[in-house]
């Protein structure tokens, strides 16, 4: 039997006991994969295959990970930590993060409020497990983060999605989530800055949400703080746990390293909240990744006690870009769009064009090489959000093939 007849008939035996005892679990049936990672595969696959694609899909910076913290991780390796850790996290590490907390936000936590995960999607998922039962709603200000539904999901859980207007900053708002809240809600999840908008929450949008919270004990909070540093013009970062400290008891922090300091695939992230949940989180960790990869700790640890000047390098590069892009958006025909105040994201409105944003998308990429997201991803079919996290050239020639393709509509 030849090579190619031992393949063909390794698939046919593979399709014949698939159909036969194969059986998939009603969670995983309505699984799709992340939409952002589809698109920049393809975006890839093409550029390997000689075409000239310029993506602008991906939330990654393009910044190489500063030398400093790498250097830590080698170290760590050389000395000898490459074995098991502790399930919550490297202790230096969650101590770190303490001091982060309480000296950037405000927020008083112990090393044992704090686990250290694999990236701040394994510290959301975490949670969602340990707190959602069959039936819960979480709630999820619209245009959301791709993944939130999808995690909430597979915790049993209902996302109850409510819409936010350009016209207001896309913030939910006070009487908003008021209406929102049922018996059977059992989270909020905030985003600031916001993927894919680019908003920011004002001090007084978090107090105002606090001021509803407080009526209704069973809620808690999830703040999702990864794009913290990455600010434009004079807008300031707020923790909603410094706002509204009397919920320390139903608020959790998530955040990571991946964005603030280019460290993507180190995936590194942490969890802070009250110990009873931690408990919890840092039970279900050691039972499906036991501890994150050890020496990659050390590259976080340096990351932290380091200098920030390589964090304010990005987002001085990154404020330049958003430049080009607020400068290319004033002259787009059929979009719109607000000013981002953080992350590195345009959130564009293609009404106009009458196209849904998937086919609006897939045109784009077909007629002038340009990857974008669909803002369907994001709860939100008039829409498409453009990463400004690449290089000048490629945005530059992005935005001018994005120009004209909206011109030819």
């Known amino acids: 039997m030849t090579a190619g007849e031992l393949d063909y008939t ?3 035996c593979h399709e014949t006991w698939s159909r036969k005892r194969m059986k998939f679990a009603e969670r995983a049936q309505q699984l799709r994969p992340s939409l952002t990672l589809a ?4 975006a890839r696959d093409l550029q390997q295959q000689g075409e000239d694609v310029c993506s602008l899909s991906t939330g990654e910076p393009d910044f190489a990970t500063p030398s400093f913290i790498c250097r830590a991780a080698e170290e760590a390796m050389g000395a000898g930590h490459t074995r098991y850790g502790p399930a919550a996290g490297e ?3 969650r101590e770190a993060i303490a001091n982060k907390l309480q000296q950037d936000n405000k927020l008083t936590y112990g090393p044992g409020e704090i686990m250290v995960s694999n990236g701040a999607k394994q510290a959301l998922y975490t949670l969602f497990q340990v707190l959602l039962d069959p039936g819960d709603e979480v709630i999820l200000p619209a245009p959301y983060w791709l993944s939130y539904p999808p995690m ?3 915790a049993g859980g209902r996302s109850v999605i409510v819409p936010t207007r350009q016209e207001e900053n896309h ?6 989530l008021a209406a929102a809240i049922t018996p059977r809600t059992r989270l909020l999840v905030l985003n600031s800055p916001t993927n894919p908008t680019g908003t920011v929450y004002p001090e007084q949008a978090l107090a105002e949400l606090a001021s509803v919270l407080r009526q209704h004990p069973q809620v808690a909070v999830v703040s999702d703080e990864i794009y913290e540093y990455i600010l434009y013009d004079h807008n300031r970062h707020v923790s909603f746990g410094a706002v509204a400290p009397d919920l320390a008891e139903r608020t ?11 460290m993507t ?4 992230g942490y969890l802070a909240g009250p110990q009873p949940v931690l408990g919890k989180a840092v039970a279900l960790q050691s039972q499906s990744t036991s501890n994150v990869c050890s020496f990659v700790q050390y590259g976080g640890l340096a990351a932290l006690n380091g200098s920030r000047e390589c964090v304010h390098t990005m987002v001085a590069a990154f404020a ?8 290319a958006m004033a002259s787009m025909e059929h979009v719109h769009g607000l000013e981002p105040q953080g992350a590195f994201y345009a959130f564009l409105n293609i009404a106009a064009t009458k196209l849904g944003s998937v086919v609006f998308c897939e045109r784009l990429l077909a007629e002038a090489g340009v990857a974008i997201v669909p803002g369907a991803a994001f709860g939100d079919d008039h829409t498409v959000r453009l990463s400004f996290a690449t290089d000048m050239a490629t945005l530059k020639h992005g935005l001018e093939r994005l120009q004209t393709f909206l011109t030819g509509l």
């Not at 870009?321 to 400068?327: A, E, F, G, N």
């Open 320 to 327: 330049q870009r958003r430049r080009l892009v607020l400068q």
């Open 171 to 176: 913030q939910l708002g006070a009487t908003a």
């Open 252 to 262: 959790f922090v998530v955040n990571g390293f991946s964005k603030n300091w280019a």
């Open 152 to 154: 909430v999901h597979l």
């Open 39 to 42: 698109i920049s595969a393809k």
């Open 10 to 12: 390794r698939k046919r």
């Open 265 to 268: 695939g180190w995936r590194l």
């Open 91 to 93: 202790p230096a590490l």
